[in-house]
Every structure is written in C-alpha cells, then in structure tokens.
C-alpha cells in the first residue's frame, strides 16, 4: 500500500500557485488510509508546509456520491479528505483543480471557481474537441451536458492538489 | 501567487475577486492568468507571464500589436486592449483585458469538413480591411502591394467572432511591416493541419499514460497538405481559391503578384522546400486542379 505513496517533483504550475513544499502523490479510492497519508506528512521535517497531489478515480466519486445522497459521510471525497485533515489539526490552506492530469497541470482553477471552470471548458476545451477520438468526443458532450445542468458538480474532476499546513499544536 | 494577484490588484484601478483565476501554461514558457472582476462572470484581465527571453520577447510584440491594433482602428477587427505593464520580482507582466468572443474553431467544423462560404468571407473580408488599413503609404518596389499589419499566427483556433466582427487573439508573432495574403494563406493551410488532426486523440490525454511520443497527431506541411488545401477540387481547395481570388481583387494586388507572394509564403516564411507546384494554380476557380 505505502507504493501507492512517492514524492513527486512538483511540475513548473504547481510550484507558481502553491509554492515550492514537498508533494505527496496517492490515490484517493478504497485501499486509501489516512493513517499512511498522515505518516508521509509528519515524516516532511523540512517545511510545515505540504502539497497532497491526488487522483481521484470515476468509481470512488460515483461511490462518494450515492454515500452522500444517503447521508453517509465518507473520506473518499475531497470533503471528506479535508475534513479528516482539519480533524487531524492541519489548515487547508488551498485547494487547486488541475488538467489534464497531476504530472501535467498546464490549466488549473481554484476547486470551487465554478467560472474559470465554465470559461475553460467552453472557450478553450470545447472548440478543441475536433482532435477527439469519438469515444471521447461523446465522453466530453456527456461531461459538458452534466455541468450545464448542475454548475456546481465536481464529479468529474480527478486531479486535485490541497496545499496544508501543520498547526503549531500539531508539529 | 496570492502576492502577485494583491500586487496587481493594488496596481490596477478595478476591483478583482481573487479567488477566482485560470492559469494557462505553460505553452512556450508563457503562463497566461486570467483574472475576474467582481461582478463578472467571465474573465476580465489577463496576464501574461513570461519565464525565459523567448517568450518575453513574444510577449512584447503582442503588447505591441495590441497597442497599433488600438491605433488603427479597423473596421470589423476586435482585439483585446493593453491595459499595462509592470515589472515584478525581476520579471516583466503583460497585462490585457479579454475578448469573449465564439471562436471559429466551433463556428467552421473541421469534423463535418462542410465549409459555409459566408464564414470564409467573413475572414477575408477581415484581411482585406486590415490591409486596407495598416499598408504602408509607398509601394514595394515594381509590385502592386504595399507592406501591412500581418497577424502572423491568422489561423481559425485564434480567430473568434463578435457581433460580425472578427476578433484576434495569439498576436505574438505580427509585425505591422508584413506581407499582404500571407494571413489568408496561413489560415488555409493550417485549417488542412487541423483536418488531419480530427479524431486523432483519445481518453488517455488526460491520464498519465500520455506520451507525445505516440501521439498520432500531424503537424508537419507536406505536398500533399497543400495540393488537397490549395490545389485540388477539394471543398476546402475551391474555396480557399475563391478566397485569393476576392483578397486580391478587393486590395487592388494584381494576379502575378499574388501567385509571387504565395509562392514566397511557402517557400521564404515557412521555409518550405521541394515544392512542386505550377503556382498559377492557386488562382483557377474552375476546373481540375491537379499537378
């Protein structure tokens, strides 16, 4: 399971928005322990700071998903990971949504910027999909179909970097 | 970045939301930010953020092109406004509010390869009023064309349309002292690179498992790009024809040297060689083509 877990070098992106820390790469789906993600944090001695690079798989946010419509509360969302984190004394400090993958973050928008969200998909994405194969062509009408009916999903994002913070009381 | 976005809002007389921003980059060593207002929904400003000589360079010729694109003032031409530039922990910000326009890579549909004759002419139409509007007052010697404003990167995924007027964006490689009908053959020519392309990525782009080295898309211009661009009686051939034709007939340049400069856009700007064209060609409205 700790293979799940290695120190990437931050990408030129990551490094301008979030800062120069130590990143930390895992998968945010059903073999993920918190524990493991916090042994990880707490071995960073150089900077209270710490950059979680996550993925996120389809499935797991389908989970997550039906988890919340019946109330359940679950680590496997963002919120959820957050929350354990707060839980744990950390400080969020930023939450960024990067495409088109973790290791190549060339567009990236605040996690809750539904705007930067909309204005990529439609004026840089969208007028693009012609070099789509039709998979994924019909793959990106269905995304863009489900944001246009519920602006705030968040269902389809899959890479995620949370800047946090140790609190004094914690270190 | 919270104290780059505090020291450009502080800079500037707008009220920014700062927690709302798109980061672009980094293509070329350029990071592009754009940045809302308050009450807007769409961006309102954007920085253009430099990271080697290169692209500062690039970065300073698009500033300027915005600044003469403001100076001349030409009739169904949009472009963004400069709107600043500051110096900033040794580093040069360009800063330029935005144009939201419907870009004409949704408008003309390279996957339906049907071209509607009225969006072309709508792009020549804009060429024409540039040249019309930013040539030299004298001549190049013994030829009917003067030197003007060249965008330089004139192809449909910088171009977008606002209330019939045609919008520029990318204008980091023009010059206002550029060649008549190079733009238009540009357009044509990477309009067939965009054909080839269509269809041609697929899921994994957006995982890891990306590599460029199998990435199946074609850049690089071949004879064959341009015969079935320019030459042969293809739709996108006829009526790139049509389009020449109306630019030269509409800027007042004569056929021999608008078969001269096509040649020489081929040749001299993209520095193409082995060419085998009979380039009077490229005027024939009818007929077969075909060398």
Request: hydrophobic share 40%.
């Amino acid at each position: 399971m700790i293979k799940a877990f290695s120190i990437l070098q931050p990408n030129d992106n990551l490094k301008f928005i979030l800062g120069d820390y130590p990143v930390i790469n895992f998968n945010l789906d059903r073999s993920f322990r918190l524990s493991e993600l916090l042994n990880e944090v707490y071995s960073n001695k150089k900077s209270s700071k710490s950059i979680l690079s996550v993925k996120l798989n389809l499935i797991t946010q389908f989970y997550v998903l039906v988890l919340n419509t019946l109330s359940i509360k679950s680590r496997l969302g963002i919120h959820g990971l957050e929350q354990s984190l707060i839980n744990e004394g950390f400080n969020i400090k930023q939450t960024i949504v990067a495409y088109p993958n973790l290791s190549s973050a060339r567009f990236c928008f605040p996690y809750h910027d539904y705007s930067s969200r909309s204005f990529l998909f439609k004026e840089i994405f969208l007028p693009r999909q012609y070099s789509l194969n039709f998979f994924s062509r019909v793959l990106f009408k269905v995304l863009i179909f489900i944001i246009k009916i519920n602006k705030k999903t968040n269902l389809f994002y899959q890479s995620i970097f949370i800047l946090i913070e140790k609190n004094e009381e914690t270190t | 970045m919270k104290k780059l976005l505090n020291v450009i809002n502080n800079r500037i007389s707008y009220n920014l939301d700062l927690n709302r921003f798109l980061i672009v980059g980094n293509a070329f060593n350029k990071r592009s930010i754009f940045l809302y207002r308050s009450t807007d929904k769409t961006p309102f400003l954007v920085v253009k953020i430099p990271e080697n000589k290169q692209s500062a360079a690039r970065c300073q010729a698009e500033y300027e092109a915005l600044v003469s694109l403001s100076e001349f003032n030409i009739d169904g031409i949009e472009s963004a406004k400069p709107a600043g530039i500051f110096e900033y922990e040794n580093k040069l910000l360009y800063l330029q509010t935005t144009v939201i326009s419907t870009p004409f890579l949704s408008i003309i549909n390279p996957i339906k390869k049907r071209f509607n004759h009225r969006q072309f002419n709508l792009l020549t139409s804009a060429l024409v009023n540039i040249y019309n509007s930013t040539k030299l007052k004298q001549k190049v010697l013994n030829k009917s064309y003067s030197l003007c404003f060249q965008h330089g990167d004139y192809w449909i995924g910088n171009l977008g349309l606002l209330n019939n007027n045609i919008c520029l964006y990318d204008l980091e490689f023009s010059t206002n002292t550029g060649f008549p009908l190079y733009d238009l053959l540009h357009m044509g020519l990477y309009l067939g690179v965009v054909i080839e392309n269509v269809g041609r990525l697929g899921t994994d782009v957006k995982s890891e498992k990306y590599n460029k080295s199998t990435d199946t898309r074609k850049f690089e211009i071949s004879n064959a790009l341009i015969t079935r661009t320019f030459f042969d009686n293809s739709n996108l051939a006829k009526t790139m024809r049509i389009c020449i034709n109306t630019y030269l007939s509409k800027t007042g340049i004569n056929n021999n040297d608008g078969i001269q400069l096509a040649k020489s856009y081929f040749i001299d700007d993209r520095q193409l060689e082995d060419l085998d064209f009979n380039w009077v060609n490229i005027l024939k409205l009818s007929g077969n083509n075909n060398n």
